[in-house]
């Protein structure tokens, strides 16, 4: 089983929806970063949460520790939303390695 | 200020040859990690150093493969004799500290080299 799981695998939606992937972790976490992935790009880092709640413009994270649990939802979405977004926790022994979910493949439609 | 640096970013070897994917991290920034992306699968991570020290490489194919930063320069991924198993995206993060202690440092990643072994 892998230690960082998300849902869904693969998201499709119209416009102005709203948008929410899930992560479960299985072990003690430092930190979780939610990054996104352009067909074919780089990857650019969204957010990173130890705790709480962060929101940045259409995007907002949430963090629940003791369930080890974390949400990405995006609001009124876009068609240029449409991208890999994957979650990535830091393993408190362990930080430096980050361990990365498969990645759940989001597509708007117009 | 640019970000993380990778180059190329698309490289084609035939099976046998060498690969050398670079990487130059932000500006300021001495701790790099290297990341491999197999197709279809998550990111993996390969190894993780400091300036001219390799501090973890548990994730490192025991043969062909070696990592290094010099002092001067970008830090190098290097893989010898390619094989098609070693078709992949490799990305590299940089972060200013190391990840390992303060849990609010950020690492920042390039935009990867895509790796073709034809």
């Known amino acids: 089983k892998n230690e960082v799981e998300q849902s869904p695998q693969n998201l499709t939606a119209q416009e102005g929806e709203f948008i929410t992937i899930n992560c479960s972790y299985s072990?003690?976490?430092?930190?979780l970063h939610w990054l996104q992935q352009h067909p074919g790009g780089g990857i650019v880092s969204l957010f990173m949460?130890?705790?709480g709640k962060k929101k940045h413009g259409r995007l907002i994270a949430t963090i629940n520790i003791q369930e080890k649990h974390s949400s990405l939802h995006i609001t009124a979405s876009h068609p240029r939303d449409s991208a890999v977004y994957i979650c990535?926790?830091?393993?408190?022994?362990?930080?430096?390695?980050?361990?990365f979910g498969q990645g759940t493949r989001l597509t708007i439609n117009p | 200020n640019a970000g993380v640096m990778q180059n190329p970013r698309h490289l084609v070897r035939r099976r046998g040859q060498e690969a050398r994917l670079r990487c130059s991290p932000m500006?300021?920034?001495?701790?790099v990690y290297w990341y491999r992306q197999l197709p279809e699968e998550g990111l993996k991570f390969m190894v993780y150093?400091?300036?001219?020290?390799?501090?973890?490489e548990s994730g490192m194919p025991k043969e062909r493969f070696s990592a290094e930063f010099p002092k001067e320069g970008p830090s190098i991924l290097r893989i010898q004799q390619v094989v098609r198993g070693d078709s992949a995206a490799y990305f590299c993060?940089?972060?200013?500290?190391?990840?390992?202690?303060?849990?609010?440092?950020?690492?920042?990643f390039g935009q990867g080299t895509r790796l073709t072994v034809v």
């Open positions: 949460l130890s705790s």
């Open positions: 990535a926790v830091r393993i408190r022994e362990r930080a430096q390695k980050l361990v």
């Open positions: 993060a940089s972060s200013l500290r190391p990840l390992t202690g303060d849990s609010n440092t950020e690492a920042f």
């Open positions: 500006k300021g920034h001495s701790h």
């Open positions: 150093l400091q300036k001219e020290n390799i501090i973890d």
């Open positions: 072990v003690g976490i430092s930190a």
